[in-house]
């Protein structure tokens, strides 16, 4: 779907998180920093580099280790949303994509469902906009359910089940199981941490030139090493 920018859609989810996000301290920087080092032990370049589903199984975590209650229902509210534009844009380069079907995306030349299938045209199931749909109402119901938090992690780990199902690729390989036992541990811990919110969350997005800027360098980055991206996107 050559009319999707990959590179577009991830600066744009960039800044939609940090607008919800609101400040990047310098401990959930380091955070962000130690979820991309342990991206690379999980799921390392050989296996395809990025994936979300490696992410899924540390940062969590380690936000809770971090934060208070509220302040990580914040971020994984902006997570949450982040991650379902960045998921749209899935749909320039067809990674992640469903398996083969009767209907549903169709994608030629070199796009990753050719690649992947040896095919040119291929249809492809559409799931991307549906694990989109789905990560978006993850990160509502984070919001106004008492007990957001650990519904993120239990919908998480039933959305990477589920996605391996109809996935034309298994997410992290022989490791599909480590992200969906790490969130569950993760729901464990946020139940016997955090006790139910009294209120609903609510957005209040704030837009500052910094993160216009790092959205900026997301999109740059993305589009200039673009063909090197969709190379190692499993995900």
């Keep these: 779907m050559k009319f999707i920018s990959y590179s577009m859609m991830s600066g744009l989810s960039a800044l939609v998180g940090l607008m919800i996000i609101k400040t990047i301290s310098p401990t959930l ?120 938090l650990v519904l993120f992690g239990l919908m998480n780990a039933l959305l990477i089940h589920m996605t391996n199902s109809w996935r034309m690729r298994t997410r992290m390989g022989d490791n599909w199981a480590v992200p969906i036992l790490a969130l569950m541990v993760f729901s464990a811990l ?4 955090c006790p139910p919110f009294k209120t609903p969350y609510k957005i209040s997005l704030q837009l500052k030139p910094w993160m216009v800027g790092v959205a900026l360098t997301v999109y740059l980055l993305i589009k200039f090493s673009l063909h090197k991206v969709i190379s190692f996107l499993q995900e």
């Design 29 to 148: 920087l380091g955070i962000a920093i130690l979820a991309v080092v342990g991206n690379m032990l999980l799921h390392p370049p050989s296996d395809g580099g990025f994936s979300m589903a490696a992410y899924m199984a540390i940062l969590p975590l380690l936000l809770l280790c971090a934060f208070d209650c509220e302040r990580l229902r914040e971020i994984l509210v902006g997570f949450s949303f982040m991650a379902a534009i960045g998921r749209l844009a899935c749909l320039g380069p067809g990674c992640c994509s469903g398996k083969e079907g009767s209907f549903g995306i169709t994608y030629e030349g070199t796009e990753v469902p050719c690649r992947f299938t040896g095919k040119s045209p291929v249809t492809v199931l559409p799931t991307v906009p549906l694990e989109a749909g789905l990560q978006a109402l993850i990160g509502y119901v984070t919001m106004v359910s008492k007990y957001g």
């Design 190 to 193: 946020a139940y016997v941490k």
